[in-house]
């Protein structure tokens, strides 16, 4: 056992908190209010290499771990939680598949311009009727001569107003009644391609969350990425790793909404003292510290999981749920302590609430997370 | 070009420092690459860049300043050296690092030196000129701007808040000045190979040093953390009475006359 972060991983979590306190933080609240995307910031990440952190150093990548992954997404979203999610997005649903099953060509092509920064990297799965219930997709691609011809619809999708390119999953063919679905990978610029970026959040409200509607398009059918048929399973995969992302986001969130609870206590003054030096702040700061830590640590350990070629979808599914839960919970408690500064934007505990809620439902919500882990022991 | 950085680690000022029977608590605090040197690092990174050579790292203490090298590497910095003074020495004053570094660096044939204006911690600004001075070579202090141009260097140093332009020769050390640049957040891929990097670690007798010739010459008395600060006061009435009332709290209060 051995619970140090290496030499490169406390190396990146000190540049990435520096960073996420110069560079990210001063511009949150503002952003919030006026929905920009965070383009400066990641241009800046480009620059640092961080854009491509775990893919192979050929295509443009860093050849980092998903521990250190699992440190970038904390940070930023300690700072703010849009820059984290477009972050944990690009790396894990963008970047992923096409590390993770496309060919040589396919990442020369598709992921390294994910890895510079050219593209944000994006991913289509969710549709109207379905998300994790893959058997609701309706989007169809059929085989047209040497193309795939595609008619469909997704929604919720990140970054795709960014993204250059990105892979969805489409209905390929229909055996026995079944849908065979498969992954493919779609320009964006594609004639027939729209993306819509017109949603109003709760939160997350300098993300980019987009509805793509497709009509007719058309792509070569080595845009198809794994194998036909795969679709989902690899989709499957690719959530896993997602997983650890949001974790790591809410990890980052309630960090963010503990430390601004601490120091807002430690000052406040009521009834002669400071709110810390009441035992029921006390308790309430104690038991934040308590489940970040422990959260904090389940996403580790399904990092080095992954990292470690062992399984790590029960793993996965308990640190998303887990760390999400607690971070609503943290977020809320701030904001209590707070009192009603905290329902003002200005002492930003309220955003971290608002985003910190995307986190129980993205990406599977708990209640899937429960029919993950359920599965996985045995029921 | 061959440029040398001479680097510090110091605890981070911006963290929580208790001081317990006279000395700073390391376990705890946090530590940082001098920020002066920091510029100094950054300075060098763009000089190497722009006219080719090589930017080596060099600070003096113990295993533990393996950090602050690894992240100058991780900027950008070629090679690093740590003279390793953990187990010869006890203490040491500006006299003692001026010499063991300037030992280090008179046969290296440095063009260039460069190293923070100050340290946050001793903040003596003393090093960085004690060595050029045993070096025999030019210095010029707290500069906010460096062009090179062949062997000519012109310089903008910050003189109590104006600028003096002048310019100066080769080899040079100079010390920075906040201002002379932004220094970078090191890149992933610095990261990822900072720890191939070259890292040479000397002790005293590989320098042929002897401890008696480095010890300090100057001995610490006592270290205190700032006093709390407290609301000021303003004086009242006359303004004769208050000049009477100042000057005796002057005497009495603050005891400084």
């Not at chain 1, 609240?29 to 920009?36: C, G, Q």
């Not at chain 1, 505990?349 to 599965?375: H, N, P």
């Amino acid at each position: 056992m051995n619970f140090d972060l290496t030499s490169e991983q406390q190396m990146i979590r000190k540049t990435m908190k520096e960073f996420a306190d110069e560079v990210v933080a001063p511009g949150a609240i503002e952003r919030d209010r006026t929905k920009a995307f965070p383009k400066e910031i990641f241009k800046q990440l480009a620059d640092m290499g961080m854009m491509g952190l775990p893919f192979e150093e050929e295509y443009g990548g860093a050849g980092a771990d998903t521990t250190s992954f699992a440190i970038v997404t904390e940070e930023l979203s300690r700072a703010c939680a849009s820059t984290g999610i477009t972050y944990s997005a690009h790396i894990s649903l963008g970047g992923a598949p096409l590390h993770l099953f496309g060919t040589k060509e396919q990442k020369e092509k598709y992921l390294t311009p994910i890895c510079t920064g050219e593209s944000f990297g994006a991913f289509g799965l969710t549709e109207p009727n379905a998300g994790s219930d893959a058997g609701g997709t309706e989007t169809q691609a059929k085989e047209d001569g040497q193309d795939f011809v595609i008619n469909g619809s997704k929604v919720y999708i990140t970054n795709a107003s960014y993204a250059k390119h990105l892979a969805l999953t489409a209905i390929t063919d229909i055996k026995d009644g079944k849908k065979e679905i498969s992954a493919i990978i779609v320009p964006t610029d594609a004639e027939g391609f729209t993306v819509l970026d017109r949603y109003e959040k709760m939160g997350l409200n300098a993300s980019n969350t987009t509805e793509l509607i497709l009509e007719n398009v058309r792509v070569p059918q080595e845009n198809l990425l794994g194998k036909k048929g795969n679709g989902f399973r690899q989709f499957l995969v690719t959530l896993d790793g997602g997983r650890i992302g949001i974790a790591a986001m809410a990890v980052g969130i309630a960090q963010a909404a503990f430390e601004r609870a601490l120091s807002y206590s430690k000052e406040r003054k009521q009834f002669g003292q400071t709110l810390s030096s009441f035992q029921v702040t006390q308790f309430k700061l104690a038991d934040m510290a308590m489940k970040i830590e422990l959260a904090r640590n389940m996403v580790y350990k399904a990092s080095w999981l992954k990292d470690e070629g062992k399984p790590f979808t029960k793993e996965a599914a308990m640190a998303k749920l887990y760390a999400s839960e607690i971070a609503m919970e943290i977020a809320d408690q701030a904001i209590q302590i707070h009192g009603g500064y905290g329902y003002m934007k200005e002492y930003e505990v309220e955003r971290y609430m608002r985003d910190a809620k995307l986190l129980e439902i993205g990406e599977g919500t708990s209640e899937v997370q429960r029919m993950v882990i359920a599965r996985q022991i045995g029921c | 070009m061959n440029i040398f950085v001479l680097v510090k680690r110091t605890f981070d000022t911006e963290e929580k420092i208790v001081v317990t029977g006279g000395a700073i608590q390391e376990d705890g605090a946090e530590f940082i690459i001098n920020p002066y040197d920091e510029y100094a690092i950054e300075e060098a990174i763009q000089v190497r860049d722009a006219q080719g050579g090589e930017v080596t790292v060099v600070t003096l203490g113990g295993e533990d300043a393996e950090k602050q090298l690894r992240t100058a590497l991780a900027m950008g910095a070629d090679k690093a050296v740590l003279i390793n003074t953990e187990d010869d020495l006890d203490e040491l004053d500006q006299f003692s690092a001026a010499y063991i570094l300037a030992e280090y660096l008179k046969d290296k044939e440095a063009d260039l030196i460069l190293g923070g204006n100050v340290a946050i911690d001793g903040g003596s600004g003393q090093v960085g000129p004690r060595v050029a001075e045993l070096l025999g070579i030019n210095y010029v202090t707290t500069i906010t701007k460096l062009e090179i141009d062949g062997k000519t260097v012109k310089i903008v140093r910050d003189v109590e808040g104006d600028s003096e332009v002048l310019e100066a020769e080769l080899p040079l050390l100079v010390t920075a000045q906040q201002g002379l640049n932004e220094p970078r957040y090191p890149s992933l891929p610095g990261i990822m190979k900072a720890k191939k990097k070259p890292l040479e670690e000397l002790e005293l007798d590989d320098l042929d040093i002897d401890e008696d010739d480095v010890k300090a010459k100057t001995t610490t008395v006592e270290i205190y953390l700032p006093a709390q600060k407290v609301a000021g006061r303003v004086l009242e009435g006359d303004l004769s009475d208050q000049v009477k009332e100042l000057v005796s709290l002057l005497h009495s209060e603050a005891k400084v006359v």
